[in-house]
Nanobody, 126 residues
Framework: VQLQASGGGLVQAGGSLRLSCTAS????????LGWFRQAPGKERELVAG????????YYADSVKGRFTISRDNAKNTVYLQMNSLKPEDTFVYYC????????????????????WGQGTQVTVSS
């Protein structure tokens, strides 16, 4: 599967952005999905993950209550709605996918993601 992320940009603190990631292929619903972020020289951090069904999600503590991950399997797209953005949310954001048998499995920091989209820069100004 190939992933294409979009929606990053520059926003003021307190503002919102919605990232999108569209996948190629006909088996999108067979994958769990995640959004990661990475600062230069640092490891990628799983920000949010979603099960194949979309009914179960994971959030890092730093974004709980502010970010929402969702997916539309008919459109082969996963979203990350980011509200109440803070300057410390400034990162390059990546979407990723991992094939999974169980529909309710929620990806976590230990999940191995095999497919990655290109990054999209999110910059939050103070």
């Amino acid at each position: 599967v190939q992933l294409q992320a979009s929606g990053g940009g520059l926003v003021q603190a307190g503002g919102s952005l919605r990232l999108s990631c569209t996948a190629s292929g006909r088996t999108f619903s067979s994958y769990v999905l995640g959004w990661f972020r990475q600062a230069p020289g640092k490891e990628r951090e799983l920000v949010a993950g979603i099960s194949r069904s979309g009914g179960n999600t994971y959030y890092a503590d730093s974004v709980k209550g502010r970010f929402t991950i969702s997916r539309d399997n008919a459109k082969n797209t996963v979203y990350l709605q980011m509200n109440s953005l803070k300057p410390e949310d400034t990162f390059v954001y990546y979407c990723a996918a991992a094939r999974e048998f169980y529909s309710d499995y929620v990806p976590s920091r230990t999940t191995r993601f095999d497919y990655w989209g290109q990054g999209t820069q999110v910059t939050v100004s103070s």
